[in-house]
């Protein structure tokens, strides 16, 4: 049965979350503010907050100087595609380790979690070298396969909680019936797991998309992805937070929209299992 | 078809196989207004050659300065050129990491170029990279402040006047600050302007046998100085003020002086980004009277990396992008006050140019003044104004630029600051082996 809540308590509640959604939100709607001002009104002392003449002129002065289009395409395939080729791999290991467990499962997830510990400009000049040598440098397969590498932990991390709700008997079930190991995995265990693999696979878009070390750092010219479009526009010497506002705002717009209409999967997915 | 036939049309065809096959350089570049202009007029550049193509990746300085090092020490070939600063070039050219600028045509006049900045830039005699715009640094201030409290300022200051007008000129209460200097930690941020202050104030950082000279009296005296000043006349949260910070507190009116990199003036100046484009006046850095001005200089140039394949055409761009037909281009398309200044002595020569930039004699009166060779009072071991010439000096320069900042905070005193800065570089100097 429902707690009785009172009106009271209720309105305090709403209160309080929305204060703290706004704080959360408000370094994003003051960069879209922005993005609408003239340099001068970026700059200005008091800052206006909605009052002042609205300018699109920023969003031209962006694409005019900067190609969009190709960056959010290298940020679509790099991130997209390092999402897919991780879940590839991390489905089955993931599998592994929750259904036939070793005695070193335990340290084999710890030992992969402990790679994201170390910062990764230790290992800069290795990979830079083993992609020079490779050929891979400022390509969009190569930055696809370092993202995978760097986000595999936490995929292979978060569908094994996913899986370690999913009853064992079923799966045996399903081989009692008959099926093959590769069959288990794709018509039994995916599709019970759909909301887990969803949430992983939306988390892990979002942060190969942010991803801004590797992809600013072994990428130039051709596949340079939306990070380094707004990393362009961050100068030493000379205001320009309007139009760093604007580069900005275009570059997390799609993210944003996809976050936007994927929140019911994410919020189920990350609560998967919470409740038995 | 007879043989001549078949081998001419071979030829042919392979001539024009070459020259649909343009090449592309890659150019690394700042996001700095004089470099975005420059992308913008590159077509006057690729329409005079067809064969050559160009790609820009522009970075944060940072961002650009990490980005380029990894990839010229593994030698990653992903840049044909790069834009590169006074503190680099020498050190990249001592290492081989640079292709000498011998090829930038009988037009070019090398010897056009402002010597100071041309000395930077040269190593064993050779040119490593190109000054694209060059900059020192010098006093921007407010000329109806300074009225309003009686002052005028000399066109060659000294600290003490300097000290004095800003302590006047504050007033808090309507939030006019006397000076605005940096305090943002960073070998770039705060350490360029104190290491070149200190240097009027007769400081160094290390003596002939790269001892360390944070522990002696002329450091405690600049440092000292520095935070009571910016305590008394600056402006709240100063220590993490960097040039940007500045310039938007000077540009809002904010400020009654500003000692800064005279690439501001031109922003300061400009009525459509500052609200105070008419009342501004500028003077030299200020000195103490032992014989240096605090004045820096930089230049960002143009160089080419060795691991290019391309240093032919190369040169050729840079030889476009830092000539003095380039400076007269943009002068025709943006005018006159828009040209990348402090590379070319012709340019401070041209009537022209005067009329439009009234921050072009001081400007030039700033970097003639600056020797990287001579820093300091005392003798030094180092090349630099405002940086010391080692690969070391980026990491050392920031942590004390730390320890500076936090004095400035009011996290520690200055006594605290300079014993600190003292004990890390002596430690790091041991390690990389100057102390033996």
Known sequence: MARNVSTQRKLVTTAIAWTIGILIFFPILWTFLTSFKTEAQAIASPPAFLFFDWTTENYFEVQSRSDYFKHFMNSVVVSFGSTLLGLLIAIPSAWAMAFAPTKRTKDVLMWMLSTKMMPPVGVLVPMYLIFRNTGLLDTRSGLVMVLTLINLPIIIWMLYTYFKEIPGEILEAARMDGASLAKEIIYVLTPMAIPGIASTLLLNIILAWNEAFWTLNLSAAKAAPLTAFIASYSSPEGLFYAKLSAASTMAIAPILILGWFSQKQLVRGLTFGAVK | ??????????????????????????????????????????????????????????????????????????????????????????????????????????????????????????????????????????????????????????????????????????????????????????????????????????????????????????????????????????????????????????????????????????????????TVADKVGFALAPDTGLGKRGNWLWAWSLGIPAGSQKADAAQKFIAWATSKDYLKLVAEKEGWANVPPGTRKSLYENPEYQKAAPFAKATLESINSADPKNPAVKPVPYVGVQFVAIPEFQGLGTAVGQVFSAALAGQMSVDQALASAQQLTTREMTKAGYIK
């Open chain 2, 1 to 274: 078809m007879n043989l001549r036939t078949f081998l001419l049309g071979t030829c042919s065809a392979v001539a024009l196989a070459g020259l649909a096959q343009a090449e592309t350089l890659t150019i690394a570049t700042v996001n700095n207004g004089d470099m975005i202009r420059m992308q913008k007029l590159t077509d006057d550049f690729t329409s005079k050659n067809p064969d050559i193509q160009l790609e820009w990746v522009t970075l944060e300085e940072n961002v650009l300065r990490q980005r380029v090092t990894t990839d010229i020490a593994t030698k990653g070939g992903q840049y044909d050129i790069m834009t590169i600063g006074t503190y680099e070039v020498p050190i990249w050219a001592k290492q081989g990491w640079l292709l000498p600028l011998d090829k930038l045509g009988p037009d070019y006049d090398v010897d056009d170029l402002l010597p100071a900045i041309r000395s930077g830039l040269t190593v064993d005699d050779k040119l490593y990279a190109a000054p694209f715009y060059g900059e020192s640094s010098m006093v921007m201030y407010r000329k109806d402040l300074f009225e309003k409290a009686g002052l005028t300022m000399p066109d060659a200051p000294n600290w003490e006047f300097i000290a004095d007008a800003a302590r006047k000129i504050t007033d808090k209460n309507n939030e006019i600050y006397g000076i605005c200097l940096r305090g943002k930690a960073g070998w770039g941020e705060n350490m360029a302007f104190l290491t070149a202050t200190a240097n009027a104030f007769g400081a160094r950082w290390f003596d002939e046998n790269w001892k360390p000279q944070f522990d002696q009296p002329e450091w405690k005296n600049a440092l000292d100085f520095y935070v009571k000043l910016m305590n008394d006349a600056g402006p709240p949260g100063a220590s993490s003020n960097g040039f940007n910070e500045n310039l938007s507190l000077f540009q809002t009116g904010k400020c009654g002086m500003w000692i800064d990199a005279t690439v501001a003036a031109s922003f300061v100046t400009n009525p459509k980004e500052s």
